[in-house]
């Protein structure tokens, strides 16, 4: 299991609903972000691959446009979930935690604390049922 977790930092679900935010600058998951969220500890969102498979997946969005990481809802929506003054343990808990639990192929949802709320396991096990029957 991760050493640390964004479910400990206090992940900020009832935030994730507000969608009328400041605009921000989108910046690819490069050097300047990464800078600013963790020496810095700005409440700036890294939205990567593993952060766009979990977010896809536990709220099931859809990107709007084909390059989600150029998605500026996307990017808001993400920022909305980072706790205050907890940026830089956010982002690399999400990164760890899409890199380890919430994987591309064969996630391990048996492992996971957000199944409660998580679109893709109640899917699945919808699926499960179903096909049982």
């Given at each position: 299991?991760?050493?640390?977790?964004?479910f400990?930092?206090?992940?900020?679900?009832?935030r994730?609903?507000?969608?009328?935010?400041?605009?921000?600058?989108?910046r690819?998951?490069?050097g300047?972000?990464?800078?600013?969220?963790?020496?810095?500890?700005?409440?700036?969102?890294?939205?990567?691959?593993?952060?766009?498979?979990?977010v896809?997946?536990?709220?099931?969005?859809?990107?709007?446009?084909?390059?989600?990481?150029?998605?500026?809802?996307?990017?808001?929506?993400?920022?909305?979930?980072?706790?205050?003054?907890k940026?830089r343990?956010?982002?690399?808990?999400?990164?760890?935690?899409?890199?380890?639990?919430?994987?591309p192929?064969?996630?391990?949802?048996?492992?996971?604390?957000?199944?409660?709320?998580?679109?893709?396991?109640?899917?699945?096990?919808?699926?499960?049922?179903?096909?049982s029957?």
């Amino acid at each position: 299991m991760l050493k640390s977790s964004f479910f400990h930092v206090g992940l900020n679900l009832s935030r994730a609903n507000e969608l009328s935010v400041p605009p921000i600058q989108i910046r690819p998951a490069d050097g300047s972000t990464y800078f600013r969220s963790y020496f810095e500890n700005h409440d700036e969102p890294l939205v990567d691959t593993n952060a766009i498979r979990v977010v896809g997946r536990v709220f099931s969005y859809k990107p709007k446009n084909e390059r989600p990481r150029t998605d500026l809802y996307l990017w808001r929506f993400v920022r909305r979930l980072i706790p205050k003054t907890k940026g830089r343990d956010f982002n690399l808990d999400l990164l760890d935690f899409g890199a380890n639990v919430c994987t591309p192929t064969k996630p391990r949802c048996s492992e996971c604390p957000l199944v409660r709320i998580c679109d893709y396991y109640h899917e699945l096990q919808t699926t499960v049922k179903l096909s049982s029957t």
